[in-house]
């Protein structure tokens, strides 16, 4: 028996993406006929077989679930897995996990991997990459076959699909008007270049709290992060020019550097800047002071979009209504912030 | 088609242990008569299927890894993964994690599943569960059928593999050692209980260290934390008691559960206490005062790891020479220890 050929090897051997070579394989009219044949004509030589979902569905269950994530070094990724694992034990499932690493290439490949055979459906949180790409054929590819596809976090509008997200602008919000019902006026904001969506949300919450509040929108407030690497410096450089009395900041890194540069300016936290963090992480909990932050429930993301799943793996029939559910997330207020 | 029953079915209908199950299978001599028989029965009856490598290996190969291990909420671990993913990427592998969440069924149900046709081998670190049970069989099992395994951090003696680990009792001793050299006397120790493997060769090194310096061993300064809950009152209380110098904790939560009961009894660290760690993980980087830790260097562990492993399973002839590579750990000195 000839070894089975990959995507991968294809495309490598060829010259081409694995994106050119996946959507070959599928006849896309937005490959040129001659890439397709020769595409086409190397795979069957080498014995490359695609899946066949379809065909095999009725019949075998894995009674997997398949994982796709950007990676595990952030702890909200690994507690989405903890809560998709209890559901997932609960009925019965097993899970597999696949990284992105954030790559567009590394997310096609895992996907027709875990498709082959492995997995019965997805759960999902696109990689950086993918999201900049805008290429989501592989996911339709998947759910054209008749397995389901769950995504989290990460979405996109144009696969239609189940989905779990949080309200990232209301959360937002709601963590500055806490701050502002505190007393404070003067809240500085340190956030992510626009183009990271969940950046740019939030950012939309911050200064939508301040104008319901009639409080007026300062440039110099805001500190836009591209590059965790000068992290420190920007914010040292705000704090030292504008002195804020407070802070929302939307990761818990941004957050805790917020402190230690704080600290370093020899500016007491809380007594005279409090601070607000995003994504209620171990970081969070075990810093000095300890952060107040928006929880944004992984466990509870990651058992939602698992009972999804496991409801469209079960169903009787074929459902074309997909579903959003919004999960809540709610302040957990510890000592970075002050108590009035 | 009939659909293919699990090990997990079949000993949930026949009532008996997925350990029971899985040994009837292979005829082990474990197992009563009756109890084969009955299993065996059942399997064929529902179209069982069990792992075929052995015949398959040699002409079909996945090109994927397989890691089980017990959890990922652990920044440890994470970084392991990343190390293999790096090594498998530059190999032309695809790695699939699986988690045991510390239970012995789910480390056999994932290896069941792993094992029967998606992956080439594994790379694994062992449950708690499997660990107190000392059952290594399913572990056994799969290299007697070609497929190679490599264990990393929690391994056995009782499975002839090639094995990754660091030297705990030795990284411990410098780290006490590099106390005692900045003049201390009095050094504390926050330890686990006993039967914690890395634990007890932690509190080993941590006791070699003192005796070699001529430092008398006084049990008031060791605290053994048995539950992470009350882990804060039992290092207040030492410190109430007992003032010591400086500090030498087995994990990072322990540290900085130092740090934050020390700030609140109006302790200054590093300047009236100086405090080590272990494990280098975002906790240590980032709490206020950073700690200076034991780098147990997951990333090189996992890239270790892969290479053994993707070694072996491109070997031409097959070697019964297994190698245990100790990697070396190094102090990271940050700002929890008195520079002198």
Redesign the interface.
């Known amino acids: 028996?000839k070894?089975?050929v990959?995507l991968?090897?294809i495309a490598k051997e060829l010259d081409v993406s694995i994106s050119t070579v996946s959507k070959s394989l599928r006849n896309s009219p937005e490959i040129s006929e001659d890439t397709r044949q020769k595409v086409q004509a190397f795979a069957k030589l080498y014995n490359y077989r695609p899946n066949n979902i379809a065909l095999s569905l009725k019949?075998?269950?894995t009674?997997?679930i398949g994982i796709i994530i950007p990676e595990?070094?952030h702890?909200f990724f690994?507690?989405v897995?903890?809560g998709i694992?209890q559901v997932a034990?609960e009925c019965?499932y097993?899970?597999?996990?696949?990284?992105s690493?954030e790559s567009f290439d590394?997310e096609v490949?895992?996907m027709e991997?875990?498709a082959t055979?492995?997995t019965d459906g997805f759960i999902m949180s696109l990689s950086k990459e993918t999201q900049q790409k805008k290429d989501f054929h592989h996911i339709q590819e998947v759910i054209n076959q008749g397995m389901p596809v769950v995504l989290f976090d990460r979405i996109t509008n144009d696969v239609l699909c189940d989905k779990v997200i949080i309200d990232d602008r209301r959360a937002a919000y709601e963590a500055v008007e806490f701050l502002i019902k505190k007393g404070f006026k003067k809240i500085a904001l340190v956030t992510t270049v626009d183009y990271v969506s969940v950046g740019k949300l939030r950012t939309d919450g911050y200064t939508n709290a301040l104008h319901d509040h009639d409080l007026p929108l300062n440039d110099d407030l805001v500190v836009k992060i591209e590059d965790i690497e000068n992290c420190a410096l920007k914010i040292e450089a705000m704090l030292q020019q504008q002195r804020p009395e407070a802070i929302f900041a939307v990761n818990e890194?941004f957050a805790?550097?917020c402190?230690?540069q704080a600290?370093k300016m020899g500016i007491k936290v809380p007594e005279e800047l409090s601070i607000i963090g995003f994504t209620d992480g171990?970081?969070s909990q075990?810093?000095?002071p300890s952060i107040t932050t928006v929880s944004q429930n992984g466990i509870k993301m990651g058992r939602k979009a698992a009972k999804m799943l496991i409801e469209r793996l079960e169903m009787e029939e074929e459902d074309e209504r997909y579903r959003t559910e919004v999960i809540e997330t709610h302040l957990v207020e510890r000592e970075s912030t002050l108590s009035l």
């Open positions: 028996m070894r089975k990959t991968k090897q019949n075998k269950k009674k997997t595990i070094v702890h690994a507690t897995i903890s694992e034990n019965g097993n899970v597999i996990v696949c990284l690493d590394k490949i895992n991997m875990l055979g492995s890194l805790v550097t402190i230690k600290t171990i970081i075990y810093s000095s």
